[in-house]
Structure formats: structure tokens, C-alpha cells
């Protein structure tokens, strides 16, 4: 090209196509400047390619960090949700088990209000109770005078009875208790109910003694009951004895009301009914050879006559209710008319 541009001038210093070389030149600058440009932009181009393969791949590390550090935050996630679900599990746990101590603590509670009903009917229950045995005390404060005499009813009645005994030469002996045992083969023969004439003899001489006693006006507010008990020996059964005996008594009894009915008003002889008891007692209380437990059969065969005081009856109607209310070993009021 050098070599052209120098022919060329020498060309033009020639005269006529001075013109076209000058052309010329400019179309080979202006071909120069756009080679140069040409070249300048391929490699400005180049440059900028290099470039933003640099830039893309810092980018490409750049995404690989982010990458990297997504993956491992997504497992820290996963670590997390796994803890979030173990102790989601925990919690359902808690909340079954809560569930079932709810459960229990509900039918605890249903049978804690039971118990406090039941000891709310006993404390209702108590003090009835307790107001019960405020009035019989009550009751017994008040006879405290009537107690006071009876001490003396008794042991009064007891001598009476002993007096009127012997005054009229009746063989029946009163003993503390004022309780009068006669035999029994004086009144029955051996398995039979019917009173004998030797004891329908004596029960003559006997009974209108020993009911004018007990009888009496001054003792009508004290005398509770009139009872008459038959007893036989232990030879036979239980149940035999029972009915033999329960049979004598009650013979007993009718011949008694029959006799007192005959001297007598009808309001007397309802007043005697009133008291009057009998019972059989079959063998269950046999009489014993003194300082021996043989059986005295003779004796044990017997029919004995006791008798009982109201305040006494009063008094052992309280005693079963303090043992009611306090068990066995509840404090007992004293009868002061037993010996």
C-alpha cells in the first residue's frame, strides 16, 4: 500500500489524473479509518465480551454462593420444621394426656360432690341425731325429781311385796331384784301347759297378794310392766322347750286376768292387761347346784314373776340410742333403781 501511495504521487506529479488519485486516497483513509474503527469496535467488543464474561461468571459463582447458601438454609428449614413437627407430636401428646387428666379430674370431681352429699345427709343425719338425744336428755333432766323418788320405789315395792308375803304365809321368796320364783311342778305336770289344782291352789293364795302390791294408785306412775317367764330344764330341744314354756306362762297369765277380773273394774283389769307380759324362755336360763355348773333340773322348771319400772324402760331406751348414735362404747346412763 505504501508502495501504491508512493506510485500514485508520482503519478499525479505527472499532470492530468492529479484528480482521481487525491479520490483515491480519501476512499483509502476513509477504508483505513473504517478498518481501524472496525478493528477498535472488535475489540472494544471483545472487550466488553470478556467483560461480561467476567461479570457473568462472578455471577455465576455469585449464584452458586447464593446456592450454596440456600441449600443450607434449607436444610437449617428442614432441621427446624422436623424440631416444629416433634414438638407439634409433643404437644399432641400433652394435649391427649391433658384430655385424659381432664377425664379423671371431671369424675373425680363427680365423686367428690357424691361424698360431699353423703356427708352432708350425715351431718344432717347427726344432727337429728344429736337433737334427738338433746331431747331425751331433755326428757331426763326433766324427771330428775321422779329419778330421785325412784331410787326409793324399788327397794319400797321390794319390801312390800316381802311383807305381804310372809303377813300371809305365802312360801315365795322376793329376791333384790324383786323378782319371785315359784317351782314349776307345783303348777304342771311333766310336758303339759295345764295348771294343776295344787297350782291353781296356790296362784289363789299367791296372785291377789302379790297384785295388790304392784297395784297399787301410788305406784300406777312407776310400775312399767308385770311380766311372767316360764323356764324348763334342758332335756328336749331348743324349740320344744320353747313352746312348752311359752305355753306355761301364758296359761299363767290367762289364769291371772281371769281371777283379777272377777273383784275388779274393767278399767282395772285394762290397766292390769296393760302390764301384764308373758314369756317363755325356754332352757337358756338354767339354775345350777350351788357352786357347780350341773344343772339343777328341779329348779330350773320354774315360773318367775318380775316386774319392771317406767324411767326404768326410759332409761334403757336412751342407753340403745347413745349406742346407736356412738357404738358400743358410748357412755350408759345408770339405772339408779338396780341395785
Not at 310372809?166 to 320364783?181: E, F, K, L, M
Not at 286376768?257 to 290397766?271: D, F, I, N, P
Request: hydrophobic content about 40%; charged content about 25%; proline content about 3%.
Amino acid at each position: 500500500m505504501a508502495r501504491q501511495q508512493a506510485h500514485n504521487r508520482r503519478a499525479g506529479r505527472g499532470g492530468g489524473g492529479s484528480s482521481w488519485i487525491s479520490y483515491s486516497d480519501i476512499m483509502a483513509g476513509l477504508v483505513m479509518v473504517f478498518v481501524l474503527f472496525l478493528v477498535y469496535s472488535l475489540y472494544n467488543y471483545g472487550t466488553q465480551i470478556r467483560i461480561q464474561e467476567a461479570e457473568l461468571e462472578r455471577a455465576r459463582l455469585d449464584l452458586g454462593l447464593k446456592e450454596d447458601e440456600l441449600a443450607a438454609q434449607t436444610i437449617i428449614l428442614l432441621g427446624k420444621q422436623q424440631e416444629l413437627d416433634s414438638k407439634n407430636a409433643e404437644l399432641k401428646e400433652i394435649r391427649i394426656a391433658l384430655g385424659a387428666k381432664e377425664g379423671e379430674l371431671a369424675a373425680q370431681t363427680i365423686i367428690l360432690i357424691g361424698k360431699q352429699q353423703e356427708l352432708d345427709e350425715a351431718n344432717i343425719s347427726l344432727k337429728a341425731q344429736k337433737k334427738e338425744i338433746e331431747r331425751m336428755q331433755g326428757l331426763l333432766s326433766q324427771k330428775s325429781e321422779e329419778l330421785t323418788a325412784l331410787v326409793g320405789v324399788r327397794p319400797e315395792i321390794i319390801r312390800e311385796l316381802s311383807d305381804a308375803m310372809s303377813a300371809n304365809r305365802i312360801p315365795a321368796v322376793v329376791d333384790q331384784n324383786g323378782n319371785i320364783t315359784l317351782g314349776s311342778s307345783v303348777f304342771f305336770d311333766v310336758n303339759s301347759a295345764d295348771i294343776r289344782a295344787d297350782g291353781k291352789t296356790m296362784l289363789n293364795q299367791f296372785l291377789p297378794v302379790y297384785l295388790e302390791v304392784l297395784m297399787q294408785p301410788k305406784y300406777s306412775s312407776y310400775v312399767g310392766e308385770i311380766i311372767i317367764e316360764g323356764h324348763t330344764d334342758s332335756s328336749g330341744t331348743y324349740l320344744k322347750n320353747l313352746r312348752l314354756s311359752q305355753n306355761r306362762a301364758l296359761a299363767v297369765a290367762e289364769y291371772c286376768l281371769t281371777m283379777y277380773s272377777a273383784g275388779h273394774t274393767e278399767a282395772e283389769v285394762e290397766r292390769l292387761q296393760s302390764l301384764l307380759t308373758a314369756k317363755g324362755r325356754s332352757s337358756s336360763d338354767p339354775v345350777f347346784y350351788d357352786g357347780t355348773t350341773v344343772e339343777n333340773p328341779t329348779q330350773s322348771r320354774r315360773v318367775v314373776f318380775k316386774f319392771t319400772l317406767r324411767d326404768a324402760e326410759m332409761i334403757q331406751q336412751m342407753n340403745t340410742l347413745l349406742k346407736q348414735n356412738y357404738g358400743p362404747g358410748a357412755y350408759q346412763i345408770q339405772d339408779p333403781t338396780q341395785p
